[in-house]
């Protein structure tokens, strides 16, 4: 403990886990990051984007909830995470449920301000997918156009839906279109399920980005798709995003638009430390589409605490190697 950053969680051997204010990981929770601080745990509790279940905006509630149980040593990267990153928990983003410009609007300028603070990496805790347009836009301001590593059953690319452009099935066409990512350095993995036609699965492709569907993962296994990401990726920010509907709904019940043939907890988790070679390169990652209110067991906000560590302890692995 002595060896620890500035900030850290409190000590589960002085308090039970069970005790206390429900922040990630019972870290400090800090609205000042002007000062020593590497990680910080964003919420954005936002779903007016959903087009079909609805309660995302409980998801960063959920996953803090879940995340009692998580230890500073994540073994299978070699990590101390609070020895070699000082880490807090941000508190939410301001929105208003029910208006979706002016939301997005309030969430890029929160975004800003945690990115401002140079050192910071920011995870940000969905939410439902719509709320990945206003962070890219906060994040390209401030790094330029960057590549995109999406994990999903959905390719997030429609044009329109209902005639709506801002919707969570739309985020990554709009950010094609304003600039916000570079489609040469960018993947989406895991796509799967019913389409409304040929042309839905062709999107990925044809705005540019390397897409590694969900059967094509399961044949070819993790080391090979990690190879895949990590070449497309090439050198320059990248931004992670993982919608938890990736994960099969066996796993994750709690989600908006649960999709059947996905991934098992274990191959999420070693997906996400496959990409330790590029630690260094992620300057934002966001965890999206959770809802608690479909998640009886609590399995789905289990689940993403421990890809958030997983985030978390890929900027620690960065820190580390230096």
């Known amino acids: 403990m002595s060896q620890y ?16 204010i429900r922040s990630f990981m019972r870290l400090p929770q800090v609205s000042d990051l002007s000062q020593d601080v590497d990680i ?7 779903d007016t984007g959903g087009t079909f279940r609805v309660g995302a905006r409980f998801g960063p509630g959920g996953i803090r909830e879940h995340s009692l149980l ?5 073994p299978f990267l070699d990590v101390v995470l609070f020895e070699h990153c000082s880490c807090v928990d941000y508190g939410d983003l301001a929105t208003v449920p029910g208006y979706l410009p002016e939301s997005h609007a309030m969430i890029q300028q929160g975004a ?20 990945s347009l206003p962070l890219l836009r906060a994040v390209a301001a401030k790094h330029g156009p960057v590549g995109l590593i999406h ?12 005639d709506g452009k801002d919707t969570h099935g739309t985020p990554f066409r709009r950010a094609l279109e304003e600039g916000l990512i570079e489609p040469a350095r960018s993947c989406q993995v ?11 699965y062709q999107m990925t492709q044809e705005a ?4 590694v569907d969900g059967p094509q993962l399961h044949r070819q296994g993790i080391p090979a798709t990690i190879e895949q990401i990590v070449a497309r990726a090439g050198r320059g920010p990248l931004y992670l995003t993982f919608d938890i509907d990736f994960v099969d709904p066996t796993f994750a019940p709690g989600t908006g638009t649960p ?37 009886p067991a609590g399995t789905t906000c289990l689940l993403a605490a421990n890809l958030v560590y997983e985030m978390m302890s890929l900027v620690a692995l960065a820190h580390k190697t230096g």
């Open 5 to 20: 950053k500035r900030y850290h969680p409190v000590s589960a051997m002085e308090f039970p886990r069970y005790s206390g």
């Open 40 to 46: 910080a745990i964003v919420g954005v509790p936002f």
């Open 70 to 74: 998580l230890r500073p040593y994540n």
């Open 112 to 131: 800003a301000a945690v990115l401002a603070h140079e050192g910071v990496t920011p995870i940000f805790l969905g939410g439902d997918h719509s709320v």
């Open 151 to 162: 994990f999903d059953s959905h390719s997030d690319l429609w044009h329109s839906y209902f």
């Open 190 to 200: 895991g796509l799967r399920g019913s389409l409304y036609d040929q042309a839905d």
């Open 208 to 211: 540019g980005m390397l897409l």
């Open 259 to 295: 999709e059947v043939g996905g991934f098992n907890s274990a191959q999420c988790q070693e997906l996400l430390r496959g990409l330790a070679p590029l630690a260094g390169q992620f300057v934002a990652y966001d965890l999206v589409e959770v809802m608690p209110a479909y998640d």
